[in-house]
């Protein structure tokens, strides 16, 4: 993929306090603050409903960057069954990808969809070898053209896709122009939102340096102070809800965020009065996040370097829990962030669905429980188990078929797995099983 670079070259609504008072701003550049540790969804209806260790679940249209709810997110793989022909038609779509000559929009729309399925349902990396810089050129001049809206995204559904299967250090290069100015330009929200989704899978795999992901970053924030409008989608939920979800998958890539955090707070804190659930819900979790990255295990011979109420010590000492110290403030008001995280895990509305009012009150709840005591992960529960005399503790988990069971017991935990299923769909099981990239972003 020497060349990727030079071919490439070549070739819902939501209305916070802050918009109504800040005008939209250029992107700044931040500097790396330590080495990081590698490794558009259309509909209204709240992606992290509550559920534990789910087991079925359905593979959702190939455009689709959404993981509709939590149920389907921790469950097992359910991709659309594909038959044993598949390597021969993949064959074939990416040849008809690649030459492009006198094939018509819904010609390349239906070679898109079949390409994604197959790649969605299969481990093709070595099907794909050898074929990625052509392939990533087609993709481009599709996002580039934007002859439909559905083309636009099935070659950014396609696109990360393969860098999700065949990673390279190169690709981040080629595509970050071209996502960007569908962010900036297209008419459609839904492409928008689609290559904000695209762009945070290309930094995350194509090779992005840190400046490059803090950057992006950035960027993102930008899009979520200024409620949309500093891409053109003023008071639009889902590209908002896509810049905060990638900021947050972005960022468990970055070990020390204390420079980025007190900004970044401010305005999910500010996105938690958004009128759409699926932007509060996304606000809350990087807050959840901030947090729990705000804090490390304490070694027993810096205890003394600390004072007593940056130590943290596990409120239900469940042994092997180590304490944890606080390392930088993510928010100068945590006291009046605790009340609007407990108005939220509380909510009572007519305004939203009974779905939607259990999942905010079940994110909230776990939200709220992870500022409060930052050695709690999402799902826990206090509840005692009879049979070992422990507490649950975090029951968030995804099963892997029948064989095993994945803990998220981590906010960057389940910043990666959502990163991922908004990619996989319902092949992430069989990605994780077989992908080396996939399993080694989640350990």
Excluded at 82 to 96: F, H, M, N, Q
Aim: aromatic residues 6%.
């Amino acid at each position: 993929m020497h060349d990727l670079r030079r071919q490439a070259l070549e070739s819902g609504k939501t209305v916070s306090r802050k918009a109504r008072s800040k005008q939209a701003s250029p992107a700044s550049s931040r500097p790396s603050s330590a080495p990081p540790s590698r490794a558009a969804s259309r509909s209204r209806a709240v992606s992290r409903a509550g559920s534990e260790e789910d087991e079925n679940g359905n593979l959702s249209d190939e455009t689709s960057f959404s993981t509709n709810s939590i149920d389907e997110l921790l469950n097992g793989d359910a991709s659309d069954p594909i038959t044993d022909a598949w390597r021969s038609d993949l064959v074939d779509r990416i040849a008809e990808l690649i030459d492009r000559k006198r094939s018509s929009v819904q010609g390349r729309e239906k070679c898109l969809a079949t390409y994604v399925r197959i790649l969605t349902a299969q481990y093709a990396e070595e099907d794909i070898r050898g074929k990625e810089a052509e392939l990533v050129v087609a993709f481009i001049k599709s996002i580039k053209a934007e002859s439909s809206e559905r083309e636009t995204i099935l070659a950014m559904k396609a696109l990360a896709m393969t860098v999700m299967t065949s990673p390279s250090d190169l690709i981040y290069d080629a595509v970050c122009s071209p996502l960007k100015r569908v962010i900036s330009d297209s008419a459609s929200i839904p492409s928008k939102a689609a290559a904000v989704h695209c762009l945070g899978t290309c930094t995350f795999f194509g090779g992005a340096s840190d400046d490059e992901i803090l950057d992006n970053m950035a960027y993102l924030l930008e899009i979520v102070a200024s409620d949309g409008a500093f891409i053109e989608a003023q008071d639009e939920a889902t590209p908002v809800v896509a810049a905060l979800e990638e900021w947050g998958a972005l960022s468990t890539l970055i070990d020390d965020l204390a420079e980025e955090s007190e900004e970044a707070a401010e305005y999910f804190v500010d996105q938690l009065s958004s009128s759409d659930p699926l932007v509060q819900i996304a606000a809350g979790e990087n807050i959840a996040l901030l947090y729990e990255k705000s804090y490390s295990p304490l070694n027993d011979d810096d205890s003394t370097e600390y004072s007593d109420t940056d130590i943290v010590s596990d409120p239900d000492d469940i042994p092997g829990v180590p304490k944890l110290v606080k390392n930088y403030s993510v928010y100068r008001r945590t006291d009046i962030l605790k009340e609007t995280l407990a108005d939220l895990a509380n909510l009572n509305t007519h305004r939203l669905s009974k779905k939607e009012q259990k999942s905010l009150r079940t994110t909230f709840t776990d939200i709220l429980d992870s500022v409060e005591f930052p050695t709690h992960g999402p799902r826990y529960q206090n509840a005692i188990n009879h049979e070992t005399g422990k507490r649950y503790g975090s029951r968030m988990a995804v099963r892997i078929h029948k064989e095993g069971v994945m803990r998220i017991d981590k906010w960057w935990k389940l910043q990666r797995l959502q990163a991922l299923r908004r990619v996989l769909q319902g092949g992430f099981v069989l990605h994780y099983e077989r992908n080396p990239v996939v399993f080694e972003s989640l350990p």
